[in-house]
């Protein structure tokens, strides 16, 4: 097992990205949709 590095977790990352876009798009809009919904209900 490789040692956890920034550099190694990077790399992991853009191997996922490359392997399943749509995957980490969708990961990505959905993280972002909670974001935005916190704040909004925060400033209420």
């Not at 990205?17 to 974001?35: K, N, Q, V, Y």
Request: hydrophobic share 50%; glycine share 10%.
């Amino acid at each position: 097992m490789t040692p956890v590095t920034f550099g190694n977790w990077l790399k992991q990352s853009l191997v996922l990205i490359s392997r399943a876009p749509l995957l980490w798009t969708g990961c990505t809009l959905f993280i972002g949709l909670l974001l935005g919904i916190e704040r909004v209900c925060l400033s209420a």
